[in-house]
T-cell receptor, first 114, second 116 residues
Framework: GENVEQHPSTLSVQEGDSAVIKCTYS??????FPWYKQELGKGPQLIID?????GEKKDQRIAVTLNKTAKHFSLHITETQPEDSAVYFC?????????????FGKGTSLLVTP | DTGVSQDPRHKITKRGQNVTFRCDPI?????LYWYRQTLGQGPEFLTY????????KSRLLSDRFSAERPKGSFSTLEIQRTEQGDSAMYLC??????????????FGQGTRLTVV
């Protein structure tokens, strides 16, 4: 089945700096790659996603890039703010997954210090 | 619409007891998923429904677990004879499948189960 690996597991940046989280996947049939933000005690919140027919997508301070050949994708957060502090999960999905369910990475705990 | 709603938010139960969780998806979302999340891990797929039909179960879902989605609306997840290893956050997600099978999934706040 699909295996998603995520790095780093923890990331600490100063307010205003950029943060980059990287993920790799194993199933070349995967074609949908969302990113979720999870705050303590809450459910995951979709922040951005990308499909395999696109190489890059941007939404204000957040961008995601996808390299299908290398089977990796990354989340970029610019001008980080303390409220960006949370656990971020990457995920992959495709026809190999039951009902196109998501395979998640283990998460990155991001801390933005003022 | 207020999004995916789960109830209860927290549940503490004694080992051996049965528990039931409820999920109300975003209205008109025809696909509903259950995931389990343990501390320090990403959510793991348990099962999913297309309308009222349960189409797939993960091998993580033992015989003590059962899920239903009567009338294709809300869903329930029941765990019988709970064990300490069942302690986790149980998450529900829903999505609207129209044509393209792969669309955004929206999660609820989860039910945190503690088995003592």
């Amino acid at each position: 089945g699909e295996n998603v690996e995520q790095h780093p597991s923890t990331l600490s940046v100063q307010e205003g700096d950029s943060a980059v989280i990287k993920c790799t996947y194993s199933d070349s049939a995967s074609n949908y790659f969302p990113w979720y933000k999870q705050e303590l005690g809450k459910g995951p919140q979709l922040i951005i996603d990308i499909r395999s027919n696109v190489g890059e997508k941007k939404d204000q301070r957040i961008a995601v890039t996808l390299n299908k050949t290398a089977k990796h994708f990354s989340l970029h957060i610019t001008e980080t703010q303390p409220e960006d502090s949370a656990v971020y999960f990457c995920a992959a999905s495709g026809p190999s997954n039951s009902g196109y369910a998501l395979n998640f990475g283990k998460g990155t705990s991001l801390l933005v210090t003022p | 619409d207020t999004g995916v709603s789960q109830d209860p938010r927290h549940k503490i139960t004694k080992r051996g007891q049965n528990v039931t969780f409820r999920c109300d998806p975003i209205s008109e979302h025809n696909r509903l998923y259950w995931y389990r999340q343990t501390l320090g891990q990403g959510p793991e797929f348990l099962t999913y429904f297309q309308n009222e039909a349960q189409l797939e179960k993960s091998r993580l879902l033992s015989d003590r677990f059962s899920a239903e989605r009567p009338k294709g609306s809300f869903s329930t997840l029941e765990i019988q004879r709970t064990e300490q290893g069942d302690s986790a956050m149980y998450l529900c997600a829903s999505s609207l499948i129209q044509g393209h099978p792969n669309t955004e999934a929206f999660f609820g706040q989860g039910t945190r189960l503690t088995v003592v």
